[in-house]
């Protein structure tokens, strides 16, 4: 199982989508699921978007109550979840309550690395597929994912506000040392220069798993 531990922007959904594709993992994706239960007007949704147009994190009992939806298996890869304390103890207690992972032996977390003025130009310029919600990369004239021309690409609402941009930044690194500590301390933290291309954060990404 490999946590991905990195800012908004940094290239979490980017690198998922490529270990999905080319190495048969399975993604859960909390953001995508949140906005997704917007999009549906379901249950939680308002609730959901209330937080989410702050840029804050969504309350911890409705991401768990998402979780629990999903069986985990050694193939995931966890894009944007747990992002602070509370979220890793409830996942490490549910991980070892419904599954026999062994989170110290089977799981990597892997921090990409990017300069916070880096972090706001992507978000600011970040396009997502109509058809498959890939974020596109800079310039490019189709989608790397699915191949759908980009024209009738979309931005994220939180993307659109440089308010809920900050906040998500800022929030972001108010948590990110108790959480690299925490992996620290079992051994399972390693972290990748993400400022460099999609391919070479790749085959960083696969050097470590492997
Ligand atoms: P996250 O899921 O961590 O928020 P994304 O994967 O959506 O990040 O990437 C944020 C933006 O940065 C997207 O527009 C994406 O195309 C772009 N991006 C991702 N990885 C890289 C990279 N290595 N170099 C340049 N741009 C990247
Ligand atoms: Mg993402």
Redesign the pocket.
Request: charged residues 20%.
């Given at each position: 199982m490999i946590i991905l531990l990195?800012a908004?922007?940094?290239?979490?959904?980017?690198q998922s989508r490529l270990l999905a594709q080319r190495d048969g993992f399975k993604v859960f994706a909390l953001g995508e699921i949140l906005r997704s239960e917007i999009a549906n007007s379901t249950h939680y949704g308002k609730t959901i978007e209330a937080s989410i147009k702050k840029g804050e994190f969504a309350p911890l009992e409705i991401v768990i109550s998402l979780l629990k939806q999903h069986v985990m298996h050694k193939d995931f890869v966890l894009?944007?979840f747990p992002r602070n304390m509370s979220q890793v103890f409830e996942f490490e207690k549910f991980i070892h309550e419904n599954s026999s992972i062994d989170f110290d032996k089977s799981v990597k977390v892997i921090d990409f690395i990017v300069p916070c003025e880096i972090l706001c130009d992507?978000l600011k310029?970040?396009r997502l597929c109509k058809v498959c919600d890939g974020?596109?990369?800079c310039e490019a004239k189709e989608c790397n994912f699915c191949g759908h021309y980009s024209e009738d690409a979309y931005m994220r609402d939180d993307d659109c506000n440089c308010e809920s941009v900050a906040r998500r930044l800022e929030i972001f690194h108010q948590e990110k040392d108790l959480l690299i500590e925490h992996y620290s301390k079992k051994g399972i933290y390693h972290a990748v220069d993400?400022t460099?291309?999609?391919e070479e954060?790749y085959a960083e990404v696969k050097s470590i798993i492997a």
């Open positions: 990195g908004p922007g940094s290239g979490k959904g980017t894009d944007g992507r310029n970040r974020a596109l990369l993400a460099q291309q999609v954060v």
